[in-house]
């Protein structure tokens, strides 16, 4: 993705349902996002924020990506679970931000929080993250026919500061893959 993201809270498809294989990085999981996605384009969306499967209250990806949020300064993910794809990316961003110190915070997100938090300004930032993106910020969420605008920023900054949270962490995750700071946690092999 080259451009932030219009994202749309997706109600009435399910990508997984818990008891599945929703946790696998496998083709079925994904190939029921095809037509709702097709769907969200036509209403002028690049993707959708998947919902649980069952009340869709709760908020749980976003296309092909685990989703962040950073709410009253915490950085916000939803909780693993049978339903969610154990990400290596959101495992490495989620350790870069803890080192880092900010708040990080894996626990549900209804839909209703969410919401109330945009439009609030509680929920300042919100992105994707997975392995061909590493990091994806959104610049609309539609919610129930109504779109919240989000800023997104260029810079990042650990401390919040203004900056953006995910830019931060995007390039801090750079940084390491391509050998512009120490990879300190073993991620990278080198091949001789």
């Not at 496998?26 to 993707?47: H, S, V, W």
């Not at 049978?82 to 959101?90: M, S, V």
């Not at 392995?131 to 959104?138: L, R, S």
Request: negative net charge.
């Amino acid at each position: 993705f080259g451009r932030p993201l219009r994202v749309k809270v997706e109600k009435d498809f399910v990508r997984a349902v818990g008891g599945g294989t929703g946790y696998a990085k496998c083709g079925g999981n994904y190939g029921g996002a095809f037509y709702p996605t097709q769907q969200a384009r036509a209403e002028g969306y690049d993707q959708v924020i998947w919902t649980d499967g069952l009340q869709h209250r709760y908020v749980e990806e976003m296309g092909m990506m685990n989703i962040f949020c950073v709410i009253d300064g915490a950085l916000v993910t939803p909780p693993l679970g049978d339903t969610l794809l154990d990400g290596i990316t959101r495992d490495s961003l989620l350790t870069i931000a803890l080192d880092a110190g900010l708040t990080v915070e894996e626990r549900p997100v209804t839909v209703d929080e969410l919401r109330e938090g945009l439009e609030r300004g509680r929920v300042t930032e919100v992105f994707g993250a997975g392995t061909a993106a590493v990091v994806a910020p959104i610049e609309a969420i539609g919610i129930d026919g109504i779109d919240y605008p989000l800023k997104v920023a260029d810079g990042g900054a650990a401390d919040g500061g203004g900056e953006s949270v995910a830019f931060y962490l995007k390039q801090e995750l750079d940084d390491i893959r391509y050998g512009r700071k120490p990879d300190k946690y073993g991620w990278n092999k080198y091949i001789d």
